[in-house]
């Protein structure tokens, strides 16, 4: 089992920053690689950001240059750095943990952090 813990709740002003962080536990040695999804009121969940076990990422095309997802010096830990936060980044940010068990691919999520940034 793997347990997830988000943190970085925010309000922000757009424009601002933000920081959110996501530090996995127990059967680590499954994850094949961290994301952060999101999901806006009324819109689809979006993955917004992958990093592998081999610390290769992909960003969806909306956050590029804007958002960097990175691993601390414990490698169960991942961060989603937010630069020049638009108000269309506001949404229920979602750590998840991509894991193989057998010949099972699947995400494990966490609990969701609210993210929202004002005019």
């Known amino acids: 089992q793997v347990q997830l813990g988000e943190s970085g709740v925010g309000l922000v002003q757009a424009g601002g920053s933000l920081r959110l962080s996501c530090a996995a536990s127990?059967?680590?040695?499954?994850?094949?690689?961290m994301n952060w999804f999101r999901q806006a009121p009324g819109r689809q969940r979006e993955l917004v950001a992958t990093?592998?076990?081999?610390?290769?990422?992909r960003y969806v095309d909306s956050v590029k240059g804007r958002f960097t997802i990175s691993r601390g010096v414990a490698k169960n830990t991942v961060f989603l750095q937010m630069n020049s936060l638009k108000l269309d980044d506001t949404a229920v940010y979602y750590c998840?943990?991509?894991?193989?068990?057998?010949?099972?691919?699947?995400?494990?999520w966490g609990q969701g952090t609210q993210v929202t940034v004002s005019s």
């Open positions: 127990g059967s680590v040695f499954n994850i094949i690689a």
């Open positions: 998840a943990a991509t894991i193989v068990d057998g010949m099972v691919t699947y995400d494990h």
């Open positions: 990093i592998n076990s081999d610390g290769s990422t």
